[in-house]
Nanobody, 118 residues
Framework: QVQLVESGGGLVQAGGSLRLSCVAS????????MGWYRQAPGKQRELVAT???????NYADSVKGRFTISRDNAKNTVYLQMNSLKPEDAAVYYC????????????WGQGTQVTVSS
């Protein structure tokens, strides 16, 4: 029903920057929330940042001030600008979309690897 494709992951040195992109396609409601989650080996998947179609944002405390989420509603695309990267930011980053409405399903991308060297 909804497909999400991430890109932009890679290897970066600590203190560097990376920009992730996620393009959504399919049955996307005008009212929705898109965002980024990450999962490191041996850890649970955790929220990084989300942004609703209305522009409301939510950030994990660990990335606040360093990461910025943005989106282009017309292109059904969400971005994550990651600055001042730390080794603890290394993880597989997953794009997420949730359509508006009660009982809406969460859709996930395949993930993109972010590696941060110290």
């Amino acid at each position: 029903q909804v497909q999400l494709v991430e890109s932009g992951g890679g290897l970066v040195q600590a203190g560097g920057s990376l920009r992730l992109s996620c393009v959504a396609s399919g049955n996307i409601f005008n009212i929705n929330t898109m965002g980024w989650y990450r999962q490191a080996p041996g850890k649970q998947r955790e929220l990084v940042a989300t942004m609703s179609s209305a522009g409301n944002t939510n950030y994990a405390d660990s990335v606040k001030g360093r990461f910025t989420i943005s989106r282009d509603n017309a292109k059904n695309t969400v971005y994550l600008q990651m600055n001042s990267l730390k080794p603890e930011d290394a993880a597989v980053y997953y794009c997420n979309l949730r359509n508006g409405g009660i009982g809406s399903f969460n859709y996930w991308g395949q993930g993109t690897q972010v590696t941060v060297s110290s």
